[in-house]
């Protein structure tokens, strides 16, 4: 909780109103704050509000830092406030990196690793473990690389990233961590801007963003952001269009209350690019960047709709509460070809299909109510709330074998759109409700120790359909009152700097299903974090140095890792211990810089080996950093330049193991205002034109080379 505040009147009777209704026991900490010294009578006392909730947006205060988040916390936080590994990826960065969808983010991130495909359809892991969900201001929703549902970055002002789990406020959260989206929301005064960039492959990209009042007082306030990113492709037949629309309506009801709307529609249309095979042996071959062993008719079609609602409400008593919703549907259709099998020494491959039919309908709600008090002279904070989402998905499988091709002669004409039959069908319904409270307690200005816990009620059913043997199997998933405690505590050593620790766990229920066609057992995992944060200059510079070890049981890995696949296994017991260091913001009023590096190493130790955690490299370090001249002709030039390294990674599957050395990536960029509102950009991406395989994964496919050198120019207009 920051330490600056606005001062308002507590009404103690209103606060035990509150413990009353709250679902956990409220009353005592209401009385802790009572005056002492009148013992006949109750007295009014102040306490200061928390002033992060009017934190300004992002893009408003420009740079590659913010002051706070509030991915993990439920309420606002410094991020040396926080216990654990927090960053936030501004708006600043977001557009000097061309960035348009969250994988793309992901690839140049330290401590991130994408699993290199289509843009929009790669998955993203931390700390060795897949992001299944990203939250839309704190409301979560799935995320799945292979239905194409990674957002596009347009409609969002920053996007905060969470390693590690946090059980607390996402109980059936990922290991990874939490992906928070923070959307763009309406500006009290009229705003636009316009971009547009072209470069090689005939990579295009348009944004047109209007925001402003719809009414003289000001009080209902509207944003509209359009985008459209389209690509040729580096490899041939390899289209990906891209599109999303977003709107805004805040109003303010009273002085204290907001009612607030937003609608997020996204479409992906690709001919994908599965990758290339290997030799029997797991060797890589060598291939032409452009050359493509899918089907002309290759194409991956994809609909998300994200509708939310916010109501809320500032206290006089220095409270805060809110309702929130978010409804998701989810629809997607594909049908590729790719090469199934390894390359035989005369070059012959086998060609096979996968096609699916999905579907997804989900909702979140959460409630919560926020409350800082005093106690011993210092300012804590509460937070109490519950929350809710239910996750309905439905979807039918089917794989066409194409025969066998010769990767010497072969043309993506050559094979024939197969009349795909779909031989499985899985359906399952998930719901959980929970009840959470976090205390961040004061006990002394420079020590805040916190803690909370997290109550769950999940209940699911799984069905799956074999249509070939009509076998139709069901089973009930049930957990009831499963608690999830955390713990942290934060050390100012100074001004600048803070120690912190944390613990948290996650119980996650699961819907995937062995080979035998029963439910894998729940995961259980937990997380110890240690580290330094420090913050510079104001916070226009913020640091953070941790360590980390994750322990995770059960957890479902894919059996074979090939597409449209059905089977799982549970992947034992695991370890993953590591470190990271990070620097984002202002180094000099002109010179803004993001830098991180992550070391990580990965144990099983019990179980079966996790081929997910051998394409975790060992080590990752990611650099960018912008000058803009302060003076002279060519005033305002910025002058940006980074590079993207990690060390080898390999995957092992059946006593056969494919290998891809490390690498290190530059790219450079160029940007100057020709006026005041008008700013030209250069990007040369891969600027020494590095030769290197991005991705491994079987003798079959999924073995991905990196992007070749390639430009973009682009102007963004702004009025």
Do not use: C
Not at 134 to 161: K, Q, W, Y
Not at 307 to 317: C, K, M, N, Q, V
Not at 646 to 675: C, H, N, Q
Request: no cysteine.
């Amino acid at each position: 909780m920051d330490r600056t505040h606005r001062t308002r009147p507590l009404s103690i009777g209103r606060l035990m109103l509150l413990g009353l209704l709250a679902p956990f026991p409220l009353s005592a900490l209401a009385q802790s704050v009572a005056p002492q010294d009148e013992p006949l009578e109750l007295e009014a006392i102040t306490v200061e509000g928390n002033r992060l909730y009017d934190m300004p947006p992002s893009e408003q205060t420009g740079g590659y830092t913010v002051d706070a988040a509030t991915v993990g916390t439920k309420t606002p936080a410094a991020l040396r406030d926080i216990p654990q590994s927090i960053t936030v990826y501004t708006d600043n960065y977001i557009k000097d990196r061309n960035f348009v969808n969250l994988d793309d983010l992901a690839k140049y991130t330290a401590g991130l690793r994408t699993l290199t495909n289509d843009s929009g359809r790669s998955s993203i892991y931390a700390r060795g473990y897949e992001y299944d969900e990203f939250n839309i201001d704190g409301l979560p929703g799935p995320m799945a690389s292979i239905h194409g549902t990674v957002p596009s970055l347009s409609p969002f002002d920053r996007v905060e990233i969470m390693r590690g789990p946090s059980g607390l406020f996402n109980s059936t959260s990922e290991m990874g961590g939490i992906v928070n989206m923070v959307r763009k929301r309406p500006t009290d005064e009229f705003q636009g801007s316009l971009t547009g960039r072209y470069g090689t492959w005939d990579q295009s990209y348009l944004e047109a963003d209007l925001s402003g009042p719809l009414d003289e007082a000001g009080r209902v306030r509207g944003r509209m952001v359009a985008s459209r990113a389209d690509t040729n492709g580096e490899v041939d037949y390899n289209e990906n269009t891209g599109e999303s629309f977003y709107g805004a309506l805040d109003m303010d009801l009273t002085d204290a209350t907001t009612l607030s709307f937003g609608l997020i529609h996204q479409t992906k249309d690709i001919a994908p690019h599965n990758g290339y095979p290997t030799d029997a042996a797991g060797n890589l071959l060598e291939w032409s960047h452009s050359t493509f062993l899918g089907a002309d008719w290759n194409d991956f079609d994809g609909r998300t709709t994200d509708a939310i609602a916010e109501l809320t409400h500032r206290f006089d008593t220095g409270g805060y509460g809110r309702v929130a919703v978010r409804g998701s549907k989810r629809d997607t259709n594909y049908l590729y070809a790719y090469t199934g099998g390894a390359v035989s020494p005369n070059g012959d491959a086998r060609l096979v299909a996968t096609g699916r039919d999905f579907q997804q309908d989900t909702l979140s709600v959460d409630a919560s109510y926020s409350q800082p008090f005093e106690l011993l002279g210092q300012v804590s904070e509460f937070v109490v709330g519950s929350d809710f989402k239910r996750y309905d998905t439905d979807y039918r499988n089917g794989t066409a074998n194409l025969g066998t091709i010769n990767i010497h002669d072969y043309r993506p004409t050559d094979p024939s759109k197969p009349a795909l039959v779909y031989s499985s069908r899985f359906e399952s319904e998930e719901q959980e409700a929970g009840l959470y409270a976090k205390l961040t307690f004061r006990p002394i200005e420079r020590l805040a120790l916190i803690g909370g816990a997290r109550t769950s009620w999940y209940d699911g059913e799984v069905t799956n359909t074999t249509y070939t043997s009509g076998n139709v199997t069901r089973q009930d998933i049930k957990e009831s009152g499963h608690v999830t405690p955390y713990g942290g505590l934060v050390f100012d050593l100074d001004e600048q700097h803070s120690l912190y620790a944390s613990y948290s766990q996650v119980f996650k229920p699961q819907t995937e299903t062995g080979a035998d066609g029963r439910v894998i057992d729940p995961r259980e995992g937990e997380q110890y974090e240690v580290g330094i944060k420090g913050s510079y200059f104001g916070g226009d510079l913020n640091a953070r140095l941790s360590a980390f070890q994750l322990t995770d049981e059960n957890r479902a890995a894919d059996a074979d890792g090939l597409p449209g696949t059905t089977d799982y296994a549970a992947a034992g017991k695991a370890r993953i211990r590591g470190g990271e260091v990070e620097v984002s913001g202002y180094l000099t009023q002109n010179w803004e810089v993001l830098a991180g590096y992550t070391y990580m190493k990965t144990e099983n130790l019990s179980g079966d080996e996790n081929t997910l955690f051998q394409l975790m490299p060992r080590h990752q370090a990611s650099l960018w950093s912008k000058y803009t001249l302060p003076a002279g002709p060519l005033r305002g030039l910025g002058i940006g330049a980074g590079v993207t390294a990690m060390s080898d990674f390999y995957m092992e599957r059946a006593g056969v193991r494919i290998s891809a050395p490390g690498y290190a990536v530059v790219d450079a960029k160029l940007s100057y205002p020709v006026t005041e509102q008008l700013t030209a950009t250069l990007d040369v991406n891969n600027l020494f034109d590095r030769d290197y395989v991005s991705r491994v994964g079987s003798v079959g496919t999924f073995n991905f080379y990196g992007p070749s050198r390639n430009l973009m120019v682009g102007a963004r207009y702004e009025f």
